[in-house]
């Protein structure tokens, strides 16, 4: 079967062609890709290629298809796999599978290590590890991309779970945000933070108490606030802030909203020093850190109070992608109605790909949403509207019914518009 795909090369070579699969082996699943979201770790690793931690040394000679945040549709089921998966399945993938036989050891992924798998493509061949390691995951709910959107939801729940917190005179740590506590989540109304907000007032088991949200740009701050409203909050028992934090004294404000004591979890979700010590500078008594962002050079210092960390016992985290159990978390709160659309503020086709990757950092929104048997140029949804087609102009009507957000019905319109033509 031919597939048409984006394959990185080296250094910001991406290049999208078609090329024939090869026959699927008896441990092996042949899958379309439906939707792609595309993520800063794609444009980390075009950047990087040869030198990424995930990208095979040999990507010259066996370019690797990128994008890991997708969802599709089984096509054929090898022997080995047939009891358990079957034609027409929807799934999502989890690509951190910590693998250590894969292209580039324990650092291995779909959508950044391998020749035929990865979500900017139209058909893919799911190896046996995928499976091996209960990493292709089913889907039950309603369109697919709630289930793209699984794999950065997963990074946040995974973050939440990997805070930890301790109690004076013990040396055991109690891991997780501390229940009833007092969150921040800084610099934080990107596609991460958003994901952050949303599971946050969504979570069952446990909720900060109070949960105060930064930026430093209004617009954003007031989308956001339209998306996860201080009353939804409330009705969840959790009270939420939403600061802008360009002010002259941010930690002042930000200590002063927390009645003065700091917090117990904070976290940092830009990869700036500033933000960084911002961080440190109102954690709580036994406040944890959690470092988010993922810098893009390797060398990235940040200043840090080590006075409060000997009498405070404050304390730093760091993770980078979720585990297969984060997603399934995140799918199961997806099928009890938590919608990730609010993180999606573009659609586009497999042709959009190349550029908006090479030029992430520099489109301002969120998501950029692929769709990858569709040839459409990088859209934002609020600008369906201008675009003077039928096709823009009834997605528009969908979207603004629904809050101005992308949605299961539009993204149906949207598939079954480009099946027919």
């Known amino acids: 079967m031919k597939t048409k795909a984006v394959r990185l090369y080296g250094k910001d070579d991406l290049r999208l062609e078609e090329f024939e699969l ?32 995930r990208v095979p040394r040999n990507v010259a000679e066996k370019p690797v298809i990128i994008g890991h945040e997708f969802a599709g549709e089984i096509i054929e089921v090898g022997d080995k796999w047939k009891k358990d998966f079957a034609p027409g399945d929807k799934f999502s993938i989890q690509p951190a599978m910590n693998f250590e036989g894969g292209p580039v050891g324990i650092y291995s992924a779909p959508g950044y290590s391998y020749q035929f798998i990865g979500g900017d493509a139209t058909y893919v061949i799911i190896p046996d590890e995928v499976m091996e390691l209960g990493c292709l995951l089913p889907f039950k709910g309603e369109g697919f991309y709630p289930a793209s959107l699984s794999e950065p939801l997963s990074c946040v729940v995974g973050a939440m779970h990997a ?7 013990s040396y055991k740590h109690e891991m997780e945000i501390r229940d009833g506590g007092k969150m921040a989540l800084l610099a934080s109304v990107g596609p991460m933070g958003l994901a952050a907000i949303n599971y946050v007032l969504h979570r069952e088991d446990r909720k900060p108490s109070l949960l105060v949200v930064t930026d430093i740009n209004q617009e954003r701050l007031d989308r956001a606030a339209s998306l996860y409203t201080v009353e939804f909050a409330a009705s969840r028992g959790i009270k939420l802030i939403y600061v802008n934090t360009a002010v002259e004294n941010p930690v002042e404000l930000l200590i002063e909203l927390s009645g003065g004591s700091g917090y ?49 016992s404050t304390h730093v985290v ?20 938590m919608d990730p659309a609010g993180l999606v503020t573009h659609i586009g086709g497999l042709n959009a790909v190349i550029d908006t990757t090479m030029n992430l950092p520099s489109i301002p929104g ?16 609020a600008d369906f509207g201008k675009q003077g087609t039928a096709l823009f102009d009834q997605l528009d009507r969908i979207c603004k019914a629904h809050n101005g957000l992308w949605n299961v019905e539009a993204e149906k319109y949207l598939l079954s518009y480009y099946e027919k033509n």
């Open 22 to 53: 090869p026959s699927i082996k008896e441990n092996e699943i042949l899958a379309k890709v439906v939707s792609d979201s595309i993520c800063m770790s794609s444009y980390k690793a075009t950047h990087g290629a040869d030198t990424h931690k």
């Open 163 to 169: 805070n930890y917190h301790t109690r004076p005179g």
């Open 264 to 312: 117990d979890d904070v976290f940092c979700f830009a990869p700036l020093p500033a933000v960084v010590e911002q961080a440190d500078d109102i954690l709580a008594f036994d406040g944890c850190l959690n470092f988010f962002a993922g810098p893009s050079k390797a060398p990235f210092k940040a200043p840090f109070n080590f006075y409060n960390v000997h009498y405070s």
């Open 318 to 337: 760091g993770t980078s992608g979720g585990n297969t159990d984060d997603m399934k978390e995140a799918l199961h709160y997806m099928g009890k109605g």
């Open 366 to 381: 969120g998501k950029k949403l692929i769709y990858t048997h569709i040839d459409m140029p990088l859209t934002a949804i």
